[in-house]
């Protein structure tokens, strides 16, 4: 259990200290799944990018760092928080299907390791950032593999009619263009299939579709020297990630051999377990048939369960009274879909008690906002049995209009 990583007696120094709600992180948790896909992929050792996308606070991200990652980024916003949390410029990639003119200058002047592009428009405006910087622009591309990894339909990106990637087809055209550029450089190809994959078929299937493509591209004198199989390897809420040595197996069954660097993605399953969120009991109440625990937390603080529906495993901090019974857990926001756990089964906290939203890690603090002029909540990390430090302030009123005019 993931319990075991946070201890009530300094969950609650914590909340007394830094307030409610707060994203409460483990280094050590975080640490473990690190070293477990670094155990699982030694024999192809290759560069993991952290995909910040699922936390990027640079507590956490410097971790990874420390441990010599390259970081994954979608946004200029990201690459700079790269930097400052100390990832090295050779070893970041840059994703995202919507760049910016001035993002793709920012990410070559920085000299990331290449770009990761979604469309031939994409790359001819990545062209002519090279031109104005007079360079050549490492390219990869992200190529859609048409294999469904039957996972959540928002976070499912590897079929055709997704948003992101371009076909086989379409890519063999851009490659082509590419090598005939005197500012672009082909050197990757990149595939993301989607988020809370729990099998490595589907990596496998698309990992064999990609390779099959790179030979045929060599077969025309344009050799890649990295292939990327993204990320996404599932956790469910509540437990550690998985051994991805499954994971490893499929993809060393496609390049082991081959010369071809593997560039792997991990966010959500490195994240999601390292982190909770701490909240404080407000009410409680009786509504028509169900009962109510009315938090300090809302969905503006953590939107999963109102986006995704996703089920997060909820305890109360500290013993509470009479039987266990169902409960809704709710926020102050005023939404119908503001709630962080449905049907939750609980003894009745008493006013102010603690409870403990968990695998809250990942697209938690990422994906919050200030909706209802609510101030965003704090961040702090567990660095020891008994020792921790805030690794962001809790916003004020005055954050709230700190940038209006």
């Known amino acids: 259990m993931l319990s075991r990583y946070f201890k009530p007696s300094i969950l609650k120094k914590i909340a007394e200290s830094a307030g409610t709600p707060v994203y409460v992180y483990s280094a050590s948790a975080f640490l473990r799944q690190i070293a477990s896909y670094k155990k699982a992929f030694r024999a192809l050792d290759p560069l993991f990018c952290y995909a910040m996308k699922a936390n990027s606070s640079g507590g956490l991200c410097s971790l990874a760092a420390g441990e010599g990652w390259g970081a994954d980024v979608v946004s200029g916003g990201e690459l700079y928080r790269a930097l400052k949390a100390g990832f090295k410029p050779g070893k970041i990639i840059f994703s995202g299907v919507g760049k910016t003119p001035a993002e793709l200058e920012y990410a070559l002047r920085t000299g990331v390791l290449f770009v990761n592009a979604e469309s031939f428009e994409e790359v001819i405006e990545l062209e002519r950032a090279?031109?104005?910087?007079?360079?050549?622009?490492?390219?990869?591309?992200?190529?859609?593999?048409?294999?469904?990894?039957?996972?959540?339909?928002?976070?499912?990106?590897?079929?055709?009619?997704?948003?992101?990637?371009?076909?086989?087809?379409?890519?063999?055209?851009?490659?082509?263009?590419?090598?005939?550029?005197k500012r672009l450089q082909p050197v990757g190809a990149q595939f993301h299939i989607g988020s809370q994959v729990h099998s490595p078929r589907p990596y496998a299937m698309a990992a064999g579709r990609l390779a099959a493509f790179i030979l045929k591209l060599a077969s025309r004198g344009i050799n890649l020297g990295y292939a990327d199989i993204g990320g996404g390897w599932g956790v469910k809420e509540g437990a550690e990630m998985a051994d991805p040595a499954p994971l490893a197996a499929a993809a060393a069954g496609v390049f082991s051999g081959t010369g071809i660097k593997l560039v792997v993605e991990p966010g959500r399953s490195v994240a999601a377990p390292s982190g909770l969120l701490l909240?404080?009991?407000?009410?409680?109440?009786?509504?028509?048939?169900?009962?109510?625990?009315?938090?300090?937390?809302?969905?503006?603080?953590?939107?999963?369960?109102?986006?995704y529906g996703a089920s997060h495993p909820v305890s109360l901090i500290g013993p509470g009274r009479g039987p266990q019974k169902l409960y809704d857990i709710v926020g102050p926001v005023c939404e119908s879909g503001d709630f962080l756990a449905e049907g939750a089964l609980l003894?009745?906290?008493a006013s102010g008690q603690l409870l403990a939203v968990y695998s809250a890690g990942a697209y938690?603090?990422?994906?919050?906002s200030q909706y209802n002029s609510r101030p965003r909540a704090a961040e702090a990390l567990i660095t020891g049995a008994s020792s921790w430090r805030l690794i962001r302030r809790r916003e004020t009123y005055k954050d709230l209009t700190a940038n209006e005019l």
């Open 347 to 349: 003894r009745e906290p």
């Open 130 to 181: 090279a031109a104005r910087l007079n360079l050549r622009a490492p390219l990869s591309l992200r190529i859609n593999p048409d294999v469904d990894p039957h996972t959540h339909k928002y976070i499912t990106t590897g079929r055709l009619g997704s948003k992101f990637g371009v076909s086989f087809k379409e890519a063999r055209k851009i490659y082509l263009y590419a090598a005939g550029s």
């Open 364 to 368: 938690g603090f990422s994906m919050s």
């Open 279 to 307: 909240t404080r009991t407000i009410y409680r109440k009786r509504g028509g048939h169900k009962n109510f625990i009315i938090v300090d937390a809302a969905m503006n603080d953590f939107i999963r369960p109102a986006l």
